[in-house]
């Protein structure tokens, strides 16, 4: 079985900080909307997770090369999509709702 699904503490303080890390993100956004477009925190932010991506592929010698290149780019597209919708969002709405 999974490792998570054995102790539920555990899953817990996944959970608990996947959502920590959610609010971050939203505080940052938010702030970074103050002196920079949308378009480019989500430049950003995809950079940095493509460099974390990159180191934990390459520790574990995996390849990046996707079984279906169409389909993986139709995922990329709405994924940026999604992201900029969201940030831009999160720029417009004040920080309490």
Known sequence: ????????????????????????????????????PTSEIVLWRSLLSACFVGAAIGARGRSLRPANLRMHAVR???????MLLYFEAIARLPLGD
């Open 1 to 36: 079985m999974n490792d998570a699904a054995d102790r539920p503490v555990l899953g817990a303080a996944y959970m608990f900080g996947a959502s920590v890390a959610f609010a971050l993100l939203g505080v940052v956004v938010k702030m970074a909307s103050a002196t920079m």
């Open 76 to 82: 990329a597209v709405v994924g940026i999509t999604s």
